[in-house]
């Protein structure tokens, strides 16, 4: 298996002369500045729009966490004891975000309407070789977050003043923090006889909805026919307020092409708990040995069961039991919402979702109304559903909650054509999901999602700030290569049709975590415990237990 550490660094940088750019000051953002400044750098942090923050600054209102909040939580900046839910709402987010800012003093680190609008590296060498990138056999050339002859050009637009000539900054290493929720909305391609220009309504991204305020939100959609296409988070979401605020008298139609699995606040609690090293070894691991391969062939009947729907119908309905005995909700069923792909599949694509409270009961209402479509296009009145001219929608408002372009977002920040191609071309890019092998003196976070995405950010910003320290140096390019296949490949084993490249499978998550800090030299399995306790320890370490482990200041503080 690929340690970092294996590659023990050269030699510590001269912290105060190198100069880190950080780009975007969402929650990665923000991570990432905290974290390089407690190695001794002073990073600056470019954010385009005017506030910390990123997509939880900009949602619609119904918008909650859909983690526990106990896994969506700051290592060393608990909760407020004053927010109770387990699931807070869009605002609290803002609030915890904005006090962990103040408390790190990360503000006054960051540079606001400051959009980046290229990266440009610049390699000044005595040899003539243009391709010298491309010969490397280490990252950067020497496997290190610095080099002598490379830089970066940040070149930042002041928002705020769009006919000022663009400023450039030179750097010596970026971490890229631009979020892929927002700015490239993903529009689909429709039949152009039946495209968007035949229809006489509105057309919206979910991106614009979301971009409203509450009584923005409210009058965009009041008297109106409207309908919500897609079967994300943000779909749901905001099919679910909008039927709300209609009522029955002007339904919210929710058009989609695909069942996804989603389920209740309990399930997703109940789903957290089950995740431990016992489950992790019910799986096959990138690289494993012998033993680990036996442990999971052993125990793979366990996760076998998990596809079986009615497993998870059943675990709902018990849950659901507990709470409104002795009514038990079969809507999934009812209403053929039963997806056809396994739930297994689904997790391991990191796209469960939390259905928005009391779903079902505006289907049963009337007020939310679900369509299968395979094909969409458009008519003057409204939406034509499965390419069938009959099957018309007669609606006033489409809103597309079909998701972003978060690949072209980041290749169109690069100005080389090679790195652009890095991004676009290989199909599971990034090392320790936040370096690629061939772009030297740069780091990507927020990319790579996770059911708990805070905690991801928060161990990869420390993997970060420690590699940036010269704690470790990376593997050669081609292990590193050949590692992140080796992620690809076990990563599509389990969520096959389904699978989504940049997605911490959700059944490997202490896994990996832990391939992190090796890399940091820590070892969050405690060795030094008793034989039988370690041995209890590994089995039933669940995530919260885990991050509560590595929470403690003593562990990776101290490397
Ligand atoms: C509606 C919604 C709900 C979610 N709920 C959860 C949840 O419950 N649990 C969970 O784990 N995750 C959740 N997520 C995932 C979410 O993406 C993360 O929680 C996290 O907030 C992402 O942070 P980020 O900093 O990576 O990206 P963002 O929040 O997108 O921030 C990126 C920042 O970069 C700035 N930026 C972009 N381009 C540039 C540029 N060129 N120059 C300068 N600045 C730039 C943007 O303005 C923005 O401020 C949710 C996402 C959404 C959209």
């Keep these: 298996m690929v340690s970092s550490k294996s590659y023990s660094s050269s030699r510590e940088p001269n912290k105060v002369e190198k100069k880190i750019a950080i780009i975007g000051a969402g929650i990665s953002g923000l991570l990432a500045c905290k974290h390089t400044m407690e190695k001794g750098f002073n990073p600056v942090v470019f954010e385009a729009r005017n506030g910390i923050g990123g997509v939880w600054s900009s949602t619609i209102d119904s918008t909650k966490l859909q983690t526990p909040k106990d896994h969506f939580q700051f290592s060393d900046f608990p909760w407020p004891k004053s927010v109770s839910q387990t699931f807070p709402d869009h605002n609290q987010v803002m609030e915890y975000v904005t006090s962990y800012a103040l408390r790190f003093d990360i503000f006054s680190r960051i540079k606001f309407n400051s959009k980046v609008i290229g990266l440009d590296y610049i390699y000044s060498s005595s040899d003539d070789d243009d391709n010298m990138c491309s010969n490397w056999d280490m990252w950067g050339g020497n496997g290190e ?51 968007a220009n035949k229809f006489n309504g509105e057309i919206i991204h979910s991106m614009d909805y979301a971009a409203m305020d509450k009584i923005q939100a409210a009058k965009f959609i009041k008297n109106k026919r409207v309908s919500v296409v897609g079967f994300q988070k943000s779909a ?21 092409r695909r069942v996804q699995w989603s389920g209740s606040e309990n399930l997703v609690r109940f789903t957290f708990t089950n995740l431990n090293r016992f489950s992790e070894l019910m799986v096959h691991k990138p690289g494993e040995g012998l033993f680990l391969w036996f442990l999971a062939v052993l125990l793979s009947p366990l996760v076998i069961a998990l596809p079986l729907k009615h497993i998870y119908l059943i675990a709902l309905d018990i849950l659901q039991m507990r709470r409104i005995v002795p009514q038990m909700d079969l809507s999934v069923e009812k209403y053929e919402m039963v997806p056809q792909h396994s739930f297994l599949k689904q997790i391991c694509s990191c796209m ?90 740069l780091a990507i976070m927020g990319y790579s999602e996770s059911p708990a995405t805070l905690f991801t950010f928060e161990l990869r910003s420390k993997w970060i700030a420690h590699f940036l320290a010269g704690k470790f140096r ?56 008793l034989f039988l306790s370690f041995i209890l320890l590994i089995t039933l370490q669940t995530m919260q237990i885990y991050e509560t482990f590595l929470h403690n200041p003593h562990v990776l503080a101290k490397i």
Aim: charged fraction near 25%; aromatic fraction near 10%.
């Design 352 to 441: 469960f979702m939390v259905l928005p409270q009391q779903f079902y009961d505006r289907v049963k209402e009337g007020s939310l109304v679900l369509q299968k479509s395979r094909v969409l296009g458009f008519y003057e009145n409204g939406l034509i559903l499965d390419n069938v001219v009959a099957a018309h929608l007669e609606t006033d408002i489409v809103i597309l909650a079909t998701g972003y372009k978060s690949d072209a977002k980041i290749a169109n920040i690069f100005t080389s054509i090679d790195f652009k191609k890095c991004i676009l071309g290989s199909s599971a890019p990034f090392y320790r999901e936040c370096i690629h092998p061939r772009i030297p003196q």
């Design 474 to 529: 990376l593997p050669p390019i081609r292990e590193m290569e050949e590692n992140v296949e080796k992620w690809e490949k076990n990563a599509r084993r389990y969520s096959r049709e389904n699978y989504k490249r940049a997605c911490v499978g959700v059944m490997l998550q202490i896994h990996c975590n832990d391939q992190l800090c090796k890399d940091m030299g820590c070892n969050p399995r405690r060795k030094k415990w």
């Design 145 to 195: 977050a610095f080099s002598s002859n490379g830089k970066w050009n940040v070149v930042v637009q002041n928002v705020l003043q769009p006919m000022e000539a663009p400023k450039v900054y030179q750097v010596d290493f970026v971490t890229l923090c631009i979020g892929k929720f927002s700015d490239l909305p993903n529009i689909p391609d429709f039949p152009i006889s039946k495209g």
């Design 236 to 256: 749901l979401d905001i099919a679910a307020e909008i039927a709300k605020n209609n009522g029955v008298t002007n339904p919210c139609t929710l058009v989609f």
